[in-house]
Structures are given as C-alpha cells and as structure tokens.
C-alpha cells in the first residue's frame, strides 16, 4: 500500500498570499495518477487536479499540481478568501487507492 | 448534469449491518465504475472500495474485507454499500463518487454524493 504524506499539517496564510502544499508518497505513484481535493466543513471533496498536473473542469487556474514519481506539490498562487479549506491529495494508479492526511490552510 | 443522491445510513447497533444507497443520474451508470469513500468525524478520507456497475467487478480495502459488500442495480441506475458486523470506529460520514474517466478504476473521483451519515452506537 502507498502511503501519501502530506505537509505540512496546517498552513497559516493570508489572502493574497501563495501556498505551497506538498505530498509525498513512499514509492513511485504509477503513470503520476495523482490527484488533489478541496473539501470545505460539511461538504464533499471537490476534485481540483488529476494526473498530478491537469486542472479539473472549472478549476480556476490559480490552482495548479507539479511533480511526479514521489513528490507532488499543489500551489495555489493567490489565495482567494474561498480557498481556505483541507486539501487531500489521493493516488490512484494501484491498488488499494490511498488518501493523505490532509493539509489544512486557514486564514493567518 | 451528474448527480449522486445518497440514502440510508442512520444510527446504527454495535454487530449490526447498514446498506447505503447511491442513485445516479445524467450519465449512462453502466460506463463508469463507482467508489466508496468515508470519512470518520475530524478525521481524512478513507477508499474503501469500487463496483464497476458494467460487470459486477469489485476490488474492496483489505481492512473492510469479509464485511462489505458493493452492488449494483443498472435497472435503476443505483449502487449500494452494505457494511456488516458494525463498530464504533465505523461512525463515519460515508460518500459515493463517480470516476473521471468511463470504464476505469483508475480514475480520479470527479463527481461525489451529498455523503450519508453511519453512527455506531449502543
């Protein structure tokens, strides 16, 4: 089983400001099938990037995922008052498919 | 537009079983395989599992093997999760989500049920 690690554990920023969160897993994700989730207090995940580097259907691009084999980032390059959430990052290219923690990014 | 409308769930006994529903909507339910997710409360995303409603083909988290069970019913475009012999530590929000990709397990998770809520308790 792959297992993702993300960091760090809560990124404390302001509006404005560029976030960098990253995800690392413990060996090679295969074919980069690496995606990333926003999921705000009560509702679903939202899909922002697969493949760790395609943006999801209206995604704004502000969001964007780098990186491949071990480690991925996702970097969100203004925040916008609505991006402070948890994000996830998941990959998907073997079984079992595995979560990461988490990355919370809350308003500094 | 893709919609997943989930159902069931509630409080449930230690031992007992619970089955969620997941009704699909504005897309052809047999060409994308459907994924569990759940997710304890404060806590990350746990995969349990997939059903490729095209086949019947299921591929079930190590952890939750020998208690659940993923079908399917194409006449009404509807996947179910049942989990048996429940425990505390199965007190979880619990979603469905539809692949990116059609006839893939290997998909990314675009579209996602409202979530159904399964609390264990005596």
Known sequence: EIVLTQSPGTLSLSPGERATLSCRASQGVSRNYLAWYQQKPGQAPRLLVFGASSRATGIPDRFSGSGSGTDFTLTISRLDPEDFAVYYCQQYGSSPSTFGGGTKVEIK | ??????????????????????????????????????????????????????????????????????TTDTSTSTAYMELRSLRSDDTAMYYCARGRVSYSSSSSFKYWGQGTLVSVSS
Do not use: H
């Open chain 2, 1 to 70: 537009q893709v919609q997943l409308m989930q159902s069931g769930g509630g409080l449930k006994e230690p031992g007992a079983s619970v089955k969620v529903s997941c009704k699909a909507s504005g897309y052809t339910f047999n060409s994308y395989v459907i994924s569990w997710v759940r997710q304890a409360p404060g806590q990350g995303l746990e995969w349990m599992g997939w059903i490729n409603p095209y086949n019947g083909n299921t591929d079930y988290a190590q952890t939750l093997q020998g208690r659940v069970s993923m």
